[in-house]
Every structure is written in C-alpha cells, then in structure tokens.
C-alpha cells in the first residue's frame, strides 16, 4: 500500500472472479443513525434477489460496514454479530445472502476529503478481502 497526495492507495493481485461490494448500511439495510439493536433493523427489499442474481451470472458478493459503535462501547461485538447472523438469514429467505461480510469495530480516524468525497474505509479494508479470496 502507499500514500499520495493524501490518499491511501490499496494494491493487490487481480481477481479470479469479479466481486461486488455492498455497504450494509443504507444499501441492504435502511439507513439507522446508530443502529445497535436488531429490532431498529429494515431489510430493503429484493435485497436477497439481487444477491442471487449476481451470484448466477458470477459475481462475488461481499458486505463490508464500519460499526465505530463497538469502539465506542455503544454495542457488543456478539450483538453486532447476532444482527449479521439474524440478517442472513432474512436475506436467504428471499433469495440468498453475501459469500462474505466484513466488519470494521473501530471509530474511524478524521475523514480526510478531497474533491467533495469522504474516505470512510480503513486503508486496505478491500486488499483484505482481495487477499483472502484470490
């Protein structure tokens, strides 16, 4: 990995299969400020249809979601994971759910913006999955 400009850049080898990435929150899931509880939890719909159609044409598909609420003491990991395990299931019942889902517990450093876009992800928060799954 190396910094320019301002940007950490992630380099890692090219993919055997293509993959699709999906935010958690806002994405599968309507957007909770907070969200710590399974209750204040909304699959949108189809969701579990569109994983099943990406994965019928090849697709990879991978969940990734920043939960700084862990560091924060505001929700346990096991909960966090309770609602992972709760929402894969949902999504199988309406088609099939992710192959893998990724999960970043800690608060996030000061955003750094440029050009009007904020980074959110860790750096090589995506490498990880890349090298995991080449």
Same mark, same amino acid.
């Given at each position: 990995? +190396?910094?320019?400009? +301002? ?50 044409? +090849? ?56 050009? +009007? ?18």
């Amino acid at each position: 990995m +190396g910094r320019e400009a +301002g940007w950490w850049i992630a380099v890692a080898p090219p993919l055997t299969q293509p993959a699709v990435f999906f935010d958690r929150d806002g994405v599968l899931v309507e957007y909770v400020e907070y969200l710590s509880r399974l209750e204040q939890m909304r699959i949108r719909p189809c969701a579990g249809a569109a994983f099943s159609r990406l994965k019928s044409a +090849g697709f990879l598909t991978v969940v990734v979601t920043n939960q700084p609420m862990v560091a924060r003491g505001q929700l346990k990991e096991k909960d966090l994971l309770q609602m992972h395990h709760w929402l894969e299931r949902q999504l199988k019942s309406q088609g099939e759910a992710w192959d893998e889902i990724y999960y970043c517990p800690h608060t996030p450093p000061p955003l750094v913006t440029r050009g +009007g876009s904020a980074a959110h992800a860790p750096p090589g928060y995506d490498a990880q999955y890349v090298r995991e799954c080449d």
